[in-house]
């Protein structure tokens, strides 16, 4: 495969090769696609849970919030629960 970078971009490969950081410019490319396949994975993972949450809102699990106040409460509550997860967590070890 033949890949073909932009001045910007094969500086910055020569910098890090010379600096040791890399072994050599395809090891930038390589780096590069380790990157972007991370960023897949999180973007599917992000679909997925996009996915869930429709189908969780079609099956009517969901909590309207109107006010202040309600915004308020639902936060309290999160945090008994997060608190609640924690102490379970902690006391596991």
């Given at each position: 495969?033949?890949?073909?970078?932009?001045?910007?971009?094969?500086?910055?490969?020569?910098?890090?090769?010379?600096?040791?950081?890399?072994?050599?410019?395809?090891?930038?490319?390589?780096?590069?696609?380790?990157?972007?396949?991370?960023?897949?994975?999180?973007?599917?993972?992000?679909?997925?849970?996009?996915?869930?949450a429709e189908e969780s809102?079609?099956?009517?699990?969901?909590?309207?919030?109107?006010?202040?106040?309600?915004?308020?409460?639902?936060?309290?509550?999160?945090?008994r629960e997060g608190l609640k997860w924690w102490?379970?967590?902690?006391?596991?070890?």
């Amino acid at each position: 495969m033949e890949v073909s970078l932009t001045e910007e971009q094969e500086s910055l490969a020569q910098g890090a090769v010379r600096s040791g950081r890399l072994r050599d410019q395809a090891d930038a490319v390589r780096q590069g696609l380790l990157l972007w396949e991370e960023r897949e994975r999180e973007r599917l993972d992000f679909l997925a849970g996009l996915d869930e949450a429709e189908e969780s809102v079609s099956r009517g699990e969901f909590r309207e919030i109107g006010s202040l106040s309600e915004v308020e409460m639902l936060t309290a509550e999160i945090e008994r629960e997060g608190l609640k997860w924690w102490v379970t967590q902690q006391t596991r070890f």
